[in-house]
């Protein structure tokens, strides 16, 4: 296969999230972030420290991969000369602000594994030789790394740095390498606040039926990743189709989702993408809401609300109700979050 199709792979159609990437500068430096954490949500006792990088030695090129020594903690590297120290600073910025407000539980997750944030301009830098560097190590995920993103400087013109991005790609890399299923407390919670939120969503359309305004619906297809059951979100057609089809224009079965060839894992990739995206608007509001997210009346999902409130206040239109945050639906996220994610945020 060679690197234009490689790289194909890399982009994820959902629009949320483009994954997969790491690098380096010369040289190795790290940030550490010692943080008290509570052995109950309201009870800090002990601490725990995650190690936060912004280089890794020796590790440039796709013939360096084999050799590349990580050490556990979360690298935030530059991929390319473009990419300003400014930036960087940015997305560790995020980063040690996840971890100082994560549960104790969480902290000793991440600090058991190596996880990369590869900060590159826009997905032309991809067909270079820093998109060979980041396929082969996205390759060698679980060897050399446990879990890799990307953010981007400049994709369509937007500087992910500038936004909540990151929050939303640590959490995806989370659900899917940290926890990674392995039923820890803090992953079952999550598994059991994204089942709560397929239940709420049936219910709020009940309400919304009666009242006689838009419900909300959640189409789970782009990140079902072939492992989705009869037990679909609301709004999420059986079987996924593509221009009426079940496969894509590769051929790949998509019925139960499109299969996602870097985060190549047999699970739902959903809730992860999801409360990653409910994460930003908790934490600075004016997020990108997931494209999933959709209005019964083919109206577009409403970025306003309190989140899970079922309460009009902070909605622009009253009627936009269920097809905004304020939708009870997502309060499971909420209570998760407060309880694993930001039980030490001030």
């Known amino acids: 296969m060679t690197i234009s199709n490689k790289v194909k792979i890399c982009l994820l159609t959902a629009g949320i999230v483009m994954l997969a990437g790491c690098g380096s500068d ?30 890794v030695a020796n590790c440039k090129t796709k013939s360096d991969v084999p050799s590349c020594h990580f050490d556990n903690g979360v690298y935030v590297i530059k991929l390319s000369n473009k990419v300003t120290d400014e930036q960087q600073q940015r997305v560790i910025k995020r980063v040690t602000n996840m971890m100082q407000w994560a549960h104790q539980d969480v902290r000793e997750q991440f600090a058991a594994k190596r996880i990369v944030l590869g900060l590159i301009e826009d997905q032309d830098a991809l067909k270079t030789a820093a998109g060979e560097f980041v396929i082969e190590l996205n390759n ?12 981007y400087t400049n994709i369509g013109g ?23 299923n392995a039923n820890s407390a803090a992953g079952a919670a999550l598994s059991v606040s994204y089942e709560a939120f397929k239940t709420a969503l049936v219910q709020t359309k009940v309400t919304a039926d009666r009242l006689g305004i838009a419900y909300l619906q959640y189409d789970e297809c782009n990140y079902g990743n072939q492992q989705l059951t009869n037990n679909r979100a609301l709004g999420t057609p059986n079987p996924c189709m593509e221009d009426g089809r079940p496969t894509d224009d590769d051929g790949n079965d998509i019925s139960k989702g499109k299969p996602d060839m870097v985060h190549s894992l047999a699970t739902n ?12 608007y908790l934490v600075e509001v004016k997020n990108t809401p997931a494209g999933e997210l959709s209005a019964s009346d083919s109206s577009a999902f409403v ?3 309190y989140i899970g409130s ?8 009253h009627s936009k109700l269920f097809v905004s945050w304020a939708n009870r639906s997502f309060l499971p996220f909420k209570q998760y979050l407060d309880t694993y994610f930001f039980v030490n945020k001030k």
């Open 26 to 55: 010369s040289g190795s430096k790290t940030t550490t972030t010692t943080t008290t954490t509570p052995t109950t949500p309201t009870t800090p006792t002990t601490q725990t420290t995650v190690k936060i990088f912004d280089a």
């Open 140 to 151: 060698n995920k679980g060897t050399i790394i446990d879990g890799i993103e990307l953010i």
């Open 158 to 180: 937007k500087d992910e740095t500038l936004s909540p991005t990151t929050y939303q790609k640590m959490m995806q890399l989370y659900d899917y390498y940290v926890d990674g």
């Open 269 to 280: 990739l959903n809730p992860g993408a999801l409360l990653g995206t409910v994460y930003e």
């Open 303 to 305: 970025n306003e609300g």
């Open 310 to 317: 079922n309460v009009v206040n902070g909605l622009t239109d």
